[in-house]
């Protein structure tokens, strides 16, 4: 990769993207929304462009060539958003858009970033065969984004690469996250209200989704599938005493305070086997080691 363009760059896992393309030499060009109140994250380099643009916009955008289009960009993530079935649908288009971005500035690999949310509720490793039973809106609009990506880059001669992301924690996550706000909570003596915690889940560093997104580009086979995880599954249980015993906090935790919520998912795991063979990635932070990277920050 020479240069690369991103849509959705702020957050956790584009800013951890840009700066491992950036340290590896590579120009890259990001989209952000001109009411980010977050583009104060993006590093400041040579190799890094900026143009404010909305997902909305794309058309707008021409005059230069890419190599590489990683579209991350997707509104509608959080709260009721997510099932907001105009918005979910109007993401739908803005990928399709993406695509023809893509092409219209020659790149000749494009990577979609789907998510877990795409399979519903499984209470088994989840792997790029496992069946879709997507239950919100989110999930259902991403999985038939991913298909129109697809569909468009094979009629546009694009090489595309379809991942699927499960939970990602690291700086300038969001404030609402599981991991984010029981940092802030422990910082602050707040003491954190939680369900019982029994929930078995697959947590990744951003740094580490970002290496996963790299060898992808490199090393991803045409219209495959990733699965784009840890591998590895703990009780929520286990992640909040981590954070505690991490951040040095003697505020207590309130396990059990609140109920789960309606269709709680119970189990999240990623089967990275795929991933693995196909781009030899190893994830390379352990959740204790993430966390102290990310209380560096």
């Not at 954070?243 to 990275?272: F, H, R």
Request: overall charge neutral; proline content about 5%; aromatic content about 10%.
């Amino acid at each position: 990769m020479k240069h690369v363009i991103i849509t959705g760059p702020t957050g956790a896992i584009g800013i951890a993207l840009i700066n491992l393309l950036i340290s590896n030499g590579v120009k890259v060009t990001v989209l952000v929304n001109p009411n980010s109140a977050r583009v104060d994250h993006l590093p400041k380099s040579d190799l890094l462009t900026i143009i404010f643009c909305d997902l909305s916009n794309l058309d707008s955008i021409s005059g230069f060539h890419c190599d590489t289009f990683y579209h991350l960009g997707w509104k509608g993530t959080f709260g009721s958003d997510r099932n907001d079935p105009k918005m979910q649908e109007d993401n739908i288009q803005f990928s399709i858009d993406a695509v023809q971005l893509a092409h219209r500035l020659q790149c000749k690999t494009f990577i979609f970033a789907g998510s877990q949310a795409e399979y519903g509720r499984v209470n088994k490793p989840i792997g790029p065969d496992t069946p879709t039973f997507p239950e919100s809106e989110y999930g259902k609009a991403k999985l038939q984004a991913g298909k129109e990506c697809s569909k468009w880059c094979n009629q546009l001669q694009i090489k595309y690469i379809r991942t699927r992301i499960f939970s990602v924690y690291g700086p300038y996550d969001g404030a609402n996250s599981m991991v984010s706000s029981t940092i802030t909570k422990l910082q602050n003596n707040i003491v954190p209200e939680l369900t019982k915690c029994e929930q078995q889940w697959d947590y990744l560093y951003s740094k580490d989704a970002a290496n996963a997104l790299f060898l992808l580009a490199e090393k991803g086979d045409h219209d495959a599938i990733y699965c784009i995880g840890s591998g590895q599954v703990f009780p929520l249980r286990y992640y909040v005493e981590m954070i505690q015993k991490v951040t040095g906090s003697t505020t207590p935790l309130k396990i059990g305070a609140i109920p789960y919520a309606e269709n709680q998912v119970m189990y999240l795991c990623a089967d990275i086997t795929t991933l693995t063979r196909d781009t030899g990635f190893i994830p390379q932070y352990s959740f204790q080691e993430g966390l102290l990277d990310l209380l560096k920050t």
